[in-house]
């Protein structure tokens, strides 16, 4: 297939919410190019070796079963690795990606595999901004709002489909790129990790480093604060920066959507550039 793939839309069905002790039981995918054609679809469903959790059988539909037959991660995620390579600059895309990254991380460590070297591009938080006013941005509420055909089914090929739409129906590839929130495949049972373009706060976690923000919101407005980072955490498919406010002492949550510009304090004594400007997450 030629290198001219644009997006990949991507999609997991899970036994539960815990990457840690949860497994994938079905992956679904689709190749489309820039004009939002399907070009390949992939759709396997996987034996976990353990129970679908009670709650995420009800969701999707699948019972124990239905998978007796699939084959394990390792056969499946060989075969999705071959999809990525035919379309080897594609960027996968996912609503709240920050979850499928995690799942799907985790099923390439378990498996003994490399994780794939590909951001996942966030739907969620391009809803969010582009419809602002919505009361929820669910999958299946955003499929109802504008209405796109069958309700998503909470099967991942459906799901997947149902994503590749919303990405173009919200403006995904005319989005700035600077202004997409993306995350990296990881190993899920380790702690979250930041969106991407969002590395240089991370550092800041782990060392233990103070930084300024200007961040939007809260009870003292646009004035800058400092802060020392903590952990990054994913709450209703939003991320945040925990930190330590200098001002309160004490831990707060921190949206880095709302976090216009940073400056990591031993880097302007080092005579860094401060304030950059940050991605929106």
């Not at 353990?50 to 709650?55: D, K």
């Not at 539909?61 to 594609?90: H, Y």
Request: aromatic content about 6%; proline content about 8%; glycine content about 8%.
């Amino acid at each position: 297939m030629p290198n001219s793939c644009h997006f990949i839309a991507l999609d997991l069905e899970t036994t539960g919410l815990d990457p840690r002790s949860d497994r994938v039981i079905e992956i679904g995918a689709l190749i489309c190019d820039g004009e939002g054609r399907t070009l390949e679809t992939f759709e396997r469903l996987i034996n976990p070796g353990r129970p679908i959790g009670p709650l995420a059988s009800q969701i999707n539909g699948l019972c124990d079963s239905d998978l007796i037959g699939a084959p394990p991660a390792s056969v499946v995620l060989a075969e999705l690795n071959e999809l990525l390579r035919r379309a080897e600059n594609a960027p996968l895309i996912a609503h709240n990606a920050a979850f499928d990254a995690g799942f799907l991380g985790m099923e390439f460590t378990r498996s003994g595999m490399s994780i794939p070297n590909r951001p996942v591009l966030d739907t969620l938080p391009l809803a969010r901004s582009v419809l602002p006013d919505l009361e929820s941005h669910r999958l299946d509420r955003l499929v109802a709002y504008f209405g796109t055909g069958e309700k998503a089914r909470h099967r991942a090929l459906a799901d997947a489909k149902a994503v590749i739409d919303l990405w173009f129906r919200l403006g995904g590839p005319t989005t700035p790129q600077a202004a997409r929130v993306s995350y990296p495949l990881h190993d899920g049972s380790q702690p979250a990790p930041p969106p991407l373009g969002w590395e240089r706060l991370d550092e800041a976690v782990a060392r233990g480093i103070a930084v300024r923000i200007a961040y939007t919101g809260g009870s003292r407005g646009e004035a800058p604060r400092v802060v020392t980072p903590r952990a990054f955490a994913h709450r209703g498919g939003i991320a945040y920066l925990v930190a330590r406010c200098h001002i309160d002492a004490i831990d707060k949550s921190f949206r880095l959507d709302r976090i216009r510009s940073y400056e990591v304090l031993e880097e302007q004594r080092r005579g860094g550039e401060p304030w950059r400007d940050c991605s929106s997450a």
